[in-house]
């Protein structure tokens, strides 16, 4: 059952973001996460035969990876709006997408810093333990992933919106640092919780 909630959580996760991208007019973001996952799926297949592709649910779980890879784009295309179009009110048209992009690019810096952690101190006993359940976590649980994201999002709005009274789709170093951090603490949680779940 938490395996079917996994699968629904990234379709729909999937579905919308790329809605709301589209629906913004950001084709680049939203072109460049569909060939990613097509350039994935066919890669895999050839060297998991079988096991991997387009028809298979391995590449459809990471559509968080797609979405922060192409989010490129995103950063482009927000510069240059908001830059030349000082009639539109950005915080109006991007700001959901701007904390869905600040988020993803956070919760990945704080993933691949866990990882390098790991990869610096293996093979300890450690290390055997928590990477299996980094794996599980990112791309075979992504439901958890989903979930902190939220939670991030949620604490990057209220901080500006509410705290700041600044529109949400401005960022500071020191709110990039407190973030990664805070992805870094949270995600610590679910791997260590996934590991211990994992040993019972």
């Known amino acids: 059952m938490v395996a079917d909630w996994n699968v629904w959580s990234a379709a729909v996760y999937g579905l919308i973001w790329l809605l709301l991208i589209f629906r913004a007019g950001m084709f680049q973001w939203f072109w460049g996460s569909v060939l990613l996952w097509l350039g994935v799926s066919v890669l895999g297949s050839r060297l998991l035969l079988g096991i991997w592709g387009m028809t298979h649910i391995g590449p459809l779980m990471l559509p968080h990876f797609y979405l922060t890879v192409a989010s490129v784009f995103f950063w482009i295309d ?6 030349e179009d000082a009639a539109v009110k950005p915080d109006r048209r991007f700001e959901w997408l701007a904390l869905f992009a600040l988020s993803n690019m956070v919760m990945t810096a704080a993933f691949v810093l866990t990882l390098g952690l790991m990869w610096y101190h293996y093979p300890n006993g450690l290390t ?3 990477l299996p359940a980094m794996l599980q976590f990112y791309a075979l649980q992504p439901l958890d992933w989903f979930v902190l994201q939220a939670v991030l999002m949620a604490v ?3 901080h500006r919106r509410l705290i700041e009274r600044r529109p949400a789709y401005c960022f500071s170093l020191r709110q990039w640092y407190a973030g990664c951090l805070l992805a870094f603490v949270l995600q610590w949680g679910c791997i260590i919780g996934i590991a211990l779940d994992g040993r019972m």
Do not use: E, K, P
Request: charged share 10%; glycine share 0%.
């Open 78 to 83: 927000f510069r240059q709006a908001t830059a």
């Open 156 to 158: 990057f709005y209220v």
């Open 128 to 130: 055997l333990a928590v």
